[in-house]
């Protein structure tokens, strides 16, 4: 009978005769090969451990791989196959099965194949990858020598699954991405990387450490805290970068930073240079004429909101720090408010026994009620954001942006807890008021309400960014634009 090895070689051979594919080569991106997507469950069950299993005495159960193929792991736990003979090949697809690997050489085949028929030359700095699907097989190039993927048709940008550029160059930053992802995933057998790559990066999260502790806009990716925990984690690994698992993590670093220059179009005409700055066209046409409405309602803490939300989105990038940030400050005051709403309401228990007028306290205490539901609601449905990150952020973001109000319902939501409860304490003043004036001699009561309302203007414009007018007889004198926010250099 003939072994296991011998049935493959015979399968492969006369895969041409028989059971060739009757699908079609197509093309993917390293990014969408849905690698942790679960293809199978499986089930455990009890075994029988043979004496002596797994001594060095004796050898495993051997497992056969068509010719000139090898099997590795990654340090993530994800098995995979690799050729080295000839065009070098990796996939994913179980080449234990026999099946499998008849269709895998068959495919590897055809795309030399189709390469030779262009007057492609493939060079050993090239890798294929392949991912069966059907009687289909996905596929893409990897080229070290330019750090790029690269494919045998033409295709649009967006039939590859890949974002809308502006130049030739701008579109290599993606396609760099796409580069180091394919590394990343397939690392432990290629030997390691060059010593320039984990160097080179070095000094780029150097220059990212420097720009964010001088900067509070810098376009960096990490914040000054994570940066360094970076820095300092390449720089222990700088020694060990043929090690597969250094190799994994310095090709994640690598394009995450390729996509961040392809966010800030690095080395492009017009680049973003600082995080605030929009530099694409805004097809949204925001309705303007609600903002002064929602800012009336809210005592003008919406317009903080939805300045504060717009700077989170600008061009629809989200920075990860800056997103929880935001969010552990929203989180925050909307447990603060609970605490003052539950106070006010508690104050409340003495309308019982003073003479006071009902409908303001029923507002009063209506709005205060309002104002610490709303408030655990919010919290109820954004704890989980808190800490997310990034890709959470602009999941979130990119739901609730509304096509002509943005971010102004949800600056609003956000803003009604506060708002309410300020509204509430209002009317509980004015409540306090009527009771001073209907029961206190008349002047005097007078003269203390317009204490405490002088008192609370002069706090307001003491601490209000609107300045009140004065009169001035200097000369004129220009105005020059503020300038990036810089450190001060003493």
């Known amino acids: 009978m003939d072994t296991y090895s011998e049935q493959v070689e015979i399968v492969i051979a006369s895969s041409t005769k028989s059971s060739v594919p009757s699908g079609s080569l197509r093309p993917i991106v390293p990014q969408s090969t849905g690698r942790y997507d679960v293809q199978i469950k499986v089930q455990r069950a009890n075994t029988i451990v043979e004496p002596g299993m797994f001594t060095s005495s004796r050898d495993a159960s051997p497992t056969y791989l068509p010719p000139q193929w090898s099997a590795s792991v990654h340090p993530e736990g994800k098995l995979y196959f690799y050729r080295d003979a000839g065009l070098r090949v990796v996939t994913e697809c179980y080449l234990y099965a026999p099946e499998f690997a008849e269709q895998i050489c ?19 700095d090239m890798e294929l990858f392949l991912q069966l699907e059907d009687e289909d097989c996905n596929y893409y190039l990897a080229d070290s020598a330019t750090q790029t993927v690269f494919w045998l048709s033409r295709d649009e940008t967006d039939e590859l699954g890949l974002l809308p550029v502006v130049s030739p160059s701008h579109l290599k930053l993606l396609l760099e991405t796409q580069y180091w992802s394919h590394i990343e995933n397939f690392c432990m057998h290629i ?8 160097d080179d990066l070095i000094l ?7 720009d964010n502790l001088t900067s509070s806009l810098s376009t960096f990716p990490y914040d000054a805290t994570a940066t360094e925990k970076f820095l300092n984690l390449l720089t222990a690994s700088r020694d060990r970068i043929h090690d597969g698992h250094t190799v994994a993590i310095v090709a994640r670093l690598w394009g995450l930073i390729m996509y961040n220059r392809y966010e800030t179009h690095y080395g492009q005409e017009q680049s973003r240079l600082s995080r605030d700055t929009s530099i694409l066209v805004d097809d949204i046409e925001e309705i303007q004429w609600t903002k002064p409405v929602f800012s009336f309602l809210t005592l003008g803490i919406s317009e903080k909101y939805c300045k504060r939300l717009d700077k989170l989105f600008v ?3 989200v920075y990860g720090s800056d997103w929880d940030s935001f969010m552990s400050y929203c989180i925050g005051g909307w447990q603060k408010t609970i605490i003052g709403s539950a106070g006010l309401l508690a104050l409340h228990i003495f309308c019982f026994f003073l003479p006071v007028l009902p409908a303001l306290a029923y507002t009063s205490a209506t709005l205060a009620s309002l104002s610490l539901l709303i408030s655990a609601l919010l919290i109820h449905r954004h704890e989980e954001l808190d800490k997310s ?7 979130y973001l990119d739901v609730v942006c509304s096509r002509y109000l943005k971010f102004q319902g949800v600056a609003f939501a956000f803003a009604l807890p506060r708002s309410l409860f300020l509204w509430a304490l209002l009317a509980f003043f004015l409540q306090w008021a009527t009771t001073l004036l209907t029961h206190v001699y008349l002047p005097q009561a007078a003269f203390f309400t317009f204490l405490i309302v002088c ?10 960014p609107t300045q009140l007018r004065k009169p001035s007889f200097s000369v004129w004198k220009p105005r020059f634009n503020s300038e990036k926010d810089e450190a001060s250099v003493v």
Do not use: M, R
């Open 204 to 210: 780029v999260f150097s220059h990212g450490l420097a």
């Open 455 to 464: 008192v609370l203007l002069s706090v307001h414009f003491a601490t209000s």
């Open 389 to 395: 990150g990034a890709s959470s952020g602009h999941e």
């Open 106 to 124: 068959y495919w590897a085949a055809e795309v030399e194949k189709q390469a030779s028929e262009q007057g492609l030359a493939l060079t050993n």
């Open 191 to 198: 030997g390691g990387l060059p010593q320039k790559c984990i």
């Open 315 to 317: 061009d629809q990038f």
